[in-house]
């Protein structure tokens, strides 16, 4: 537990004094609140549309720090030999990795209440009715695409292509998605592409939750996919993940 604490320290730390991790995945997710919120008006989904935006990028929130962070800090701390270091020391692959998914769950959940305090002074978008399941919905999302980011990590060949690679996904799953609006009026075939992404079920739990007041269990179909994509993430990461770099 002491080394679990120490490295979970170690690992906030590490984010909060990196300025090109806050602002690539805890600021943006902010800053697109702030611009998208002022440019939509009117209602979306039956709700202002500062509201509903907040809620979608709740999840592009989790998007972008539990699988695109976690994917691109891991690529390149196994091309920079960090991962080959740690094994050498008395700190086992269970204890860093738990430490890692710790510290990407708080993060996650430290720009939840940042965008909610955010809509609540610029636009004044209530806050949760139903705080438990938005608890339930920030432990959800930030464990499956933390799954699919280290799942991802192992995927990935260079340090130097991590971002690219990231971005060339997280992005069109957001458009895709409905994270930065509704695609009600997309062409049928890029709704069907974005049905079967993870990120459309989190934005309909997220949804469900702030928008309607639902309660987190009563969303079993979007649990139940969002499940089965951390699980794949999982799997994924037990056969590809590597403590060794892969560039010679």
Known sequence: MKLYLHQLRVEQLVYWRSREAAVFTFIFPLLLFVLLGSVYSGRIYGVPASQALLAALLAYGCAMVAFAGLAITLTLRR???????LRATPLSPVVYISSVLTSTLLVFAAETVALFLLGRVVFGTPFPARVGSVILLVVLGAVCFAAMGVGLSGLIRSGEGSSAVVNLIVLPMAFL???FGPTHHYPR???????VLPLKYLVDLSNAIYLHKHSFWSQGTSIGVLAAWGVAGV???AFKFRWEPRET
């Open 235 to 237: 799997a994924v990461a």
């Open 79 to 85: 091309e920079q030999a960090i991962l080959k270091r």
């Open 177 to 179: 998605t409905g994270a």
């Open 189 to 195: 075939f890029l709704r069907a592409i974005g049905d």
